[in-house]
């Protein structure tokens, strides 16, 4: 498989109902830590956050998958939040499974706190930056189109700078 | 479903460079964790109780039927006994969604 393309496919999935009339886009996710890899959490509904640049988990998911966010692991990036002050946080080495399509992603991965209590949203690097989504929002579904480039080199270790 | 009659291409803004890490994508197929593609329902969080706002909650989703498993404070107490099929989920309930006067909402992000 190596250096192969998969063919394109799509792959419709409706909104989610968050009551009160409001639909979101939103996918399940398996967070896996890249370093423990026999953990991982159960499918979680993420929302797909067309205008966030990275992806952003809830805080209170870090230890399912053994990551200390309190801790000097991963590595720090300094952010500039819509609103707010620059600030430095900590990046994970994640692989993210999106059971619906069936593909993985490796990404460095935020966790912060979400005070509407979201779960967390799917951001442009690492995630939109390699699947092209359409959103119908009349017809309230999202259409994932898969053509991702796959390669043979492994699952995910590869993906990160040194 | 018509797509579209006419479209336009507008770019994104470019805010700053962002190094673009080679990232393997892999179906989870080809190794590792062992998952197939599954279509599981959508949880619908207007079924899900009021009380239960802001807990982490394991929930079984089925077509046309959701069932609460357990619920917690963390995602650990939500998990903790519960029998994991491919269609349990977890999720932290939202907070109410407030809206507004012109039918806005506050989104959480």
Redesign the interface.
Known sequence: MSGDSLPPYSTPIPFTDMGRGILRPCLYVVIENLDQPHLRTDPIPMVVDTGADHCIFARELAPEIGINVDGDGGRLQRVFPLGGEPRLIREYPVQITIPQIGHRFSLWARFDSFANGGNGVLGYGGFLSFLDIRFFYRERLQILDVRSKVTGDGVGVGGFPA | ?V?AEAGFATPYTE?AT????????????????T??????P?????K?PSEL??K?V?VRVGSGVQEILKEGD???EA?AGVQ?E?N??????????A?AASGE??G??
Request: charged residues 15%; glycine residues 6%; proline residues 9%.
């Open positions: 479903m797509v805010i962002m190094s673009m890490e080679p990232v393997v994508t892999v179906p989870a197929s080809e190794g590792g964790l998952m197939s593609v599954r279509a599981i959508n949880v619908d969080f207007s899900i706002q802001g982490w394991a963390t995602p650990h998990m994991r491919w349990t989920i977890l999720t932290r309930v939202p907070a109410p969604i809206i909402s506050d959480d992000h």
